[in-house]
């Protein structure tokens, strides 16, 4: 076991394994691969920017590559480490929303909004930005597509794409483990395993673990100026599997599932340093909090089929996934610890996806890909925890004794939300080889979209409320049945072409110049 890359305070254990030779029922698998999706074959790198496999130097785009070597000689963990070896590219955050960036284009809204950056996990679109917190234990490869991408990827790839591709199973034993411990009881333990279990049918396992007690130093409620100890640290888990079916050398099946959890209360901590009465219960500087009311909790179940046939024309793809995401988040804002509101709410999503591509390469000089995609995504709120709000105050005005539970506070708002979004479109993508030197693309995109919102505002008030809100009087403000203070509903339909073109020329092996539109 190599020492290499041991950190002080950090302990790093690496086991590699490629046991065909020490398992003799595997040792002679045949195991249909399907085609790598980023490769380096001698010198050159094999991508798949334009949804086939080609060379790097032939794409008419910037794409950087980050290869399995590359992410672990970098240390790069997560997606937002990509920065450190990415040019143009950065994670920034809105609360614990990751907001990923490239060339500068990117977006400030935050929660259930989608990025313009898209990411794809094994050619699943993620909805949800919370993916890129996750670390990365078994990925093969990362291509970063600078550009708007909205021809061959589709929605919300104005800025560009992330395309993720993680270890299929493969025809021979391998696997990694690695365990590391550092600061503030900072563990961490990620490891995958793949390879056969029969001649046409092979399995890939990942999973990972992280935990911390985090760094924010918590202000003691007992003694004013001192601390109690560190809090909001983050816990994490993930796992991924896949079981390849390849009963011909055609036809390739592969059945994948996917679970993360996120919790990281850091996006939902308030501590106000200015402008602020100095209190015991009140913390003065950045890095201190105090309160236990903090929960921002999110976990994801994700499962998809991919379907490949090779037609002896080219290959027709399917891929079809299902993603069920959860977020809980409560919290108060007056960082202290006495809080007179707190927030809860219990946010779902569901995607339903599925794509059909078919890349056709039996024409002479012609490359031409047709597609086709669906998405159906569903947002609203669990019954009963629809962005509620809940008084910590009184009769009077009197606030509730210091350490009073959550469940003495009393429900006096909710906010209730649902959202649908059905899109479909259509693509088609041609290279023409004019010459072993010259060539063009044309491409384009037809994509629409129907969104539907609803969403109703209600008081849990013993008298109409006024725009300002409820009123606390001496007899008691709230009871159980709301009335409704505000609706809102609208549909929209929006429809788009999205062409693309470009002209590249080979000036020397391996060198060349291209101009592109998109």
Known sequence: ???????????????LASAAAMLPAWAAPALAQAPAAEEETGNEIIVTAQRRNERLEDVPMTV????????????????????????????????????????????????????????FVDDLY?????????????????????????TLYGRNATGGAILINTIDPT???????????????????????AGPISDTVGISLAGTFRKTDGYYKRYSRANDGTFDGRGLGLNQQSFRGKLKFSPTDSFRATLAYNYTRVSDPRGVFFTPTENATISVTRPRNLGE?????????????????????????????????????????TFDFDGSYTASTYSDSEIRDRTWQTSLDYNINAIDRLNLILGANYYNITTGYTPGRANVAYSGLLPGFVPLPLGSPLSAYTKFQEID???????????????????????????????????????????????????????????GVFNSSPYTFATSAMSSTYSKFTPRASIRYEIAPRTNIYASYS
């Open 289 to 329: 909090f105090a309160g236990e009311v903090f929960k921002l909790d999110f976990r994801q179940h994700e499962g998809s089929l991919k379907l490949e046939l090779d037609t002896g024309i080219g290959t027709l793809r399917s891929i079809t996934g299902y993603t069920l995401g959860k977020l809980e988040t």
């Open 171 to 193: 025809d021979h034993l391998k696997g990694q483990a690695e365990v590391t411990y550092a600061r503030f009881n900072d563990f961490r333990f990620k490891a995958y395993a």
């Open 64 to 119: 950087q590559v980050v290869s399995q070597e590359t992410l672990s000689n970098a240390g790069v963990n997560s997606v937002r480490d990509l920065a450190n070896v990415t040019t143009g590219f950065q994670v920034n955050n809105a609360g614990s929303y990751p907001q990923p960036a490239i060339r500068g284009i990117t977006t400030i809204n935050a929660g259930t909004y989608e990025n313009n950056v898209a990411v």
């Open 417 to 475: 939300f649902r959202r649908t979004k059905e899109a479909w479109a259509v693509f088609a993508d041609a290279t023409f080889q004019l010459t072993d030197q010259l060539s063009i693309n044309l491409g384009g995109r037809y994509s629409k979209e129907t969104q539907d919102v609803a969403a109703e505002k209600r008081f849990f008030c013993s008298a109409p409320a006024t725009a300002a809100g409820c009123t606390v009087s001496a007899t």
């Open 126 to 150: 993620q909805f949800t930005p919370q993916i890129l917190n996750m670390d990365l234990p078994n990925v093969d490869s990362i291509q970063i597509l600078k550009g708007p991408q909205g």
């Open 1 to 15: 076991m190599s020492t290499k890359g041991i950190r002080p305070r950090a302990i790093r254990a690496v086991l």
